[in-house]
């Protein structure tokens, strides 16, 4: 079910956490097991990057889920693409932003598997808290370890990683992976939330404060 604690940088325990869909049909059994591990989180507030809510509302079952008991308004559905640079992504990365520098956690960030656009958004959030790469990395890759069973060193898992490191030139703006061993990446990734997802000083100020914890 890809059900996780993130705590790379300055994240708190307990404050954000990422998994595959605890909701979708598709992903079979292991949807009870993430909405039970959903409960026993506390997770007051869902970033769901994979679905709109038209299309989770009307899911088998999901009146029955826990997270079907969250309130209205502390649920976001962006159901975002995969072009990370394009217009509609970044639109789609401030209104998830937005929503978690609103309210306080614990915060579940989700998408169909977990994978992809998820790690995309956590990537940005640890960078932001102070990730190293490696910290980065590795939360990235992980998902593909143990979720989709990806064994370290095949074609598939250096692809992974390959992927992972574009994400961080992508918000970054870095020239290569080289010159990531040389940034501030949490310098960079507020840079990035400012100037390219057109989040204001203060929301990232407050995203960092609910995520640290305090």
Not at 126 to 142: I, V
Not at 171 to 189: K, Q, R, S, Y
Request: proline residues 3%; negative net charge; glycine residues 8%.
């Amino acid at each position: 079910m890809n059900f996780r604690e993130i705590t790379a940088g300055g994240v708190a325990p307990g404050v954000l956490y990422r998994s595959s869909s605890p909701i979708d049909p598709s992903q079979g059994e292991r949807r009870f097991v993430a909405d039970a591990l959903l409960w026993r989180a506390g997770i007051a507030a869902v970033v769901n990057t994979s679905d709109c809510r038209l299309r989770f509302r009307n899911f088998a079952g999901y009146r029955d889920t826990y997270y079907a008991r969250l309130d209205a308004t502390d649920q976001v559905a962006l159901n975002m693409g995969h072009d990370y640079p394009s217009d509609a992504f970044l639109e789609d990365m401030r209104n998830g932003l937005d929503f978690i520098s609103e309210r306080p956690g614990p915060y579940l960030i989700h998408g169909t598997h977990g994978v992809e656009r998820t790690g995309y958004v956590c990537m940005v959030l640890e960078a932001l808290m102070g990730a190293s790469k490696e910290e980065l990395l590795a939360d990235y890759l992980r998902s593909y370890e143990e979720y989709l069973l990806v064994e370290q060193g095949s074609g598939e898992w250096n692809a992974a990683r390959a992927q992972a490191v574009t994400c961080l030139l992508t918000f970054t703006g870095a020239a290569d992976e080289h010159a990531l061993d040389e940034l501030d990446l949490a310098a960079a990734t507020r840079t990035y939330l400012l100037e390219q997802v057109g989040l204001n000083e203060k929301q990232i100020d407050l995203i960092t404060t609910h995520l640290s914890g305090t």
